[in-house]
């Protein structure tokens, strides 16, 4: 892969380096954001697995009303920590059991993890999976329209939620009809 300063002199919002395992997203996501930022531009790089991720859900359980409510009930002693990284959007509770195991000083039950797993995001109905992806890819796109700043992102759209939902649900044609929603109207950078 070789890139030049010249050649990221463009008008975008948005990179996304991605690539098998192993072939250099991570180095190649580096050296752009690296290039951008001698260029002094604003620019953020975000990383495969990143549990703040701006457009993807890394490590992050959904619950409905009633099952947050179950869920809850049935692991009272650990609710302090349950609830400070969960959130409540569009009707339902989202936990990011990810910040939660960085945060948790102490080990928690798998039978707590278990009951929160279930609920991954990239465990539930492929349906609501891409309903979920698409929409959080949608409000991304509308705060960074507005914004100065360039984000690159390192494997977060082919191998996590596309190559995810492929795999678990084998569903490559409803894969090929969403992947414009979630791309909306970004540009795509080819590096060679």
Not at 65 to 71: D, I, M, N, V
Not at 86 to 107: C, H, I, P, T, V
Not at 121 to 129: A, C, L, P
Request: charged share 25%; with cysteine.
């Amino acid at each position: 892969m070789s890139i030049r300063g010249e050649d990221l002199n463009l008008n975008t919002k948005l990179i996304l380096v991605e690539g098998l395992p192993g072939s250099g997203k991570s180095t190649g996501a580096q050296m752009v954001y690296d290039i951008l930022k001698e260029q002094g531009k604003d620019v953020q790089l975000v990383l495969e697995g990143d549990v703040d991720h701006p457009a993807d859900y890394e490590g992050v359980a959904i619950f409905t009303p009633q099952e947050w409510e179950a869920l809850c009930g049935q692991h009272e002693s650990h609710q302090m920590l349950i609830n400070r990284t969960a959130f409540y959007e569009g009707g339902n509770y989202f936990l990011s059991y990810r910040k939660m195991q960085q945060d948790d000083q102490s080990r928690l039950p798998d039978t707590l993890y278990d009951d929160i797993f279930k609920q991954d995001i990239y465990e539930i109905s492929f349906e609501r999976n891409m309903e979920l992806i698409a929409a959080k890819w949608k409000r991304f796109a509308e705060a960074a329209t507005v914004q100065k700043k360039i984000y690159v992102f390192e494997c977060c759209f082919i191998q996590n939620p596309v190559t995810m939902s492929m795999v678990k649900w084998s569903n490559i044609t409803v894969m090929k009809r969403n992947r414009f929603i979630m791309f909306g109207n970004w540009r795509m950078l080819s590096v060679r």
